[in-house]
């Protein structure tokens, strides 16, 4: 049976070899807040780079964007997160800790995303039995209320022109409010994508799964427009092309799957959605949301078009939000100025949209949950992360058998000639062995060894993470070597 690999063996690695740090720890710690240290970050870039390889380079119909956190704040008036975006939750009277009561309900910290508001609010809540996760109080909770989760901030030094903003919960409206730009300034011609990633802002109420649930995170989002009618065939589309992303670099099928959201679930925008769910070992060891899939349809479209049509009554109000209805529809919507003209079709419309949206840093954790390996090697542990080579963040470790006769002088020149073309690391510090085994715990997929015979024949041993086994080769042939076989 495969062994079942605990979240804890994961924060430990991520700790001891610098992957994760939490954030201000020498402050004593940001609760929900991480930073990604010299490992991490080399794996955080690879997975966006292996992200946008395939969603924008590898394909003619994606074009990339980077748009600003803050944005105009009716940008999420007329999204609906203004009114919308919230957690239905409940004090508990004796500690006053505050916990999602579809948390409550379940008993499972880890599970739900946001279920939509009016869902939650439409439902009956009987807490009288319900437990408080922070003192095991049992069933002394106020009536459950909304907890806006978008952070605020102010934007302007002078009162005058100090305006209350939101750091932005999700990159995708800065894509809908640059659609017509990408219209207008390239030649994108429907059915094509926007894509971003970027950092997205979250007050969560439930944190506590390390990098899975954080209050700051990076999403790779794509919003795929398409003509409506083709909206279930580009859903079904995405859904096969995004579950195989994960499957090719390297996660193991039995541990993803994908499922429909029920009626209830389904975010403010969203027609329907389904999740491409991971086994992380969170709590129970249960299904985890790792990306989700929706159909948006022309909902956002239509709303910013409503909400240029608000500008002029927000000035009026002094640029306050607060009592300002968004414009009613324009009863040509259709025409308005974020349709679209299908040149060949002669017929304008508001274009559906497809949206894939993963999570870097969820994703980062299921590679590096997947790839975590302890085995036996001649009555000793190995730790290991066997990464798919794309996600490794370094290719290749480079070591002179001892520091002498010659080869630390020979192993820098083929480090200083391989780290041209791959993320390398040099290293000369203590038996060959225990480095192998740190480069193993790495995820290092080669490494190379200057040794006695390397003087004599101009070879190397390169030594296979995963098999362990070494072979000799030319130095003259390494790059070649390393290039066909990490596929660089
Ligand atoms: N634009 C759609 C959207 O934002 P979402 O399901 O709320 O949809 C998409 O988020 C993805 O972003 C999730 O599947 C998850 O991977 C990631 N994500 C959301 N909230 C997160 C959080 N608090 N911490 C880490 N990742 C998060």
């Not at 870039?45 to 590898?58: D, E, G, P, Y």
């Not at 799957?257 to 070992?281: T, W």
Request: glycine share 6%.
């Amino acid at each position: 049976m495969a062994r079942i690999t605990k979240l804890e063996d994961i924060v430990s690695l991520c700790k001891r070899r610098g992957f994760i740090f939490q954030s201000s720890e020498i402050y004593g710690g940001l609760a929900s807040c991480y930073d990604y240290g010299p490992l991490g970050v080399e794996l955080k870039n690879n997975v966006k780079k292996a992200w946008w390889n395939s969603v924008v380079q590898m394909r003619d119909d994606v074009v990339g964007l980077d748009c600003s956190i803050l944005m105009h704040p009716l940008v999420w008036k007329a999204s609906g997160h203004v009114d919308k975006f919230a957690d239905l939750i409940a004090e508990c009277k004796k500690c006053n800790a505050r916990t999602r009561v579809d948390h409550l309900a379940e008993h499972a910290e880890e599970h739900t995303e946001h279920i939509s508001i009016d869902a939650a609010m439409a439902k009956e809540h009987d807490l009288s039995n319900k437990v408080c996760p922070n003192c095991g109080a049992v069933g002394g909770f106020t009536e459950p209320m909304p907890f806006k989760l978008m952070f605020e901030t102010q934007m302007g030094a002078n009162v005058d022109d100090s305006m209350t903003m939101h750091l932005r919960p999700e990159t995708a409206q800065g894509i809908f409010a640059n659609f017509r730009n990408v219209l207008d300034t390239t030649r994108v011609k429907i059915p094509f994508g926007i894509a971003q990633i970027g950092k997205s802002f979250r007050n969560e109420v439930t944190t506590k799964a390390f990098i899975f649930r954080t209050r700051e995170f990076e999403q790779a989002e794509l919003e795929f427009f398409c003509e409506p009618g083709t909206d279930e065939k580009w859903f079904e589309h995405w859904k096969k092309t995004r579950f195989d992303w994960y499957v090719e670099l390297g996660i193991k099928k039995e541990n993803l799957r994908m499922r429909d959201h029920a009626g209830d679930e389904l975010a403010h925008y969203a027609k329907s959605c389904v999740d491409v769910e991971y086994k992380f070992p969170l709590g129970s060891g249960d299904w985890q949301e790792l990306e989700g899939i929706a159909n948006r349809t022309d909902f956002d479209l239509r709303q910013h078009q409503r909400g240029i049509r608000t500008l002029n009554k927000w000035f009026e109000n002094n640029r306050l939000m607060d009592k300002i209805e968004l414009a009613a529809e324009a009863e040509d919507y259709e025409s308005g100025p974020l349709s679209y003209f299908d040149d060949e079709q002669k017929k304008r419309y508001i274009p559906y949209v497809i949206e894939p949206s993963a999570g870097i840093d969820r994703s980062a954790l299921a590679f590096l949950v997947d790839a975590y390996d302890e085995e036996e090697v001649r009555g000793e542990k190995r730790n290991l992360l066997r990464f798919h080579h794309a996600l490794a963040p370094i290719k290749v470790g480079v070591f002179p058998l001892v520091k002498r006769e010659g080869m630390p002088e020979i192993a820098k020149n083929i480090y200083n000639d391989l780290k041209r073309h791959f993320n390398c690391f040099y290293d000369e510090k203590g038996a060959v062995g225990r480095r192998y085994r740190r480069q193993d715990e790495a995820g290092t997929p080669f490494c190379i060894t200057v040794d006695g015979q390397t003087k004599e024949d101009n070879t190397v041993t390169v030594r296979d993470r995963d098999s362990m086994e070494q072979v000799r080769v030319a130095t003259d042939q390494l790059r070649s070597h390393l290039q066909e076989r990490l596929d660089m």
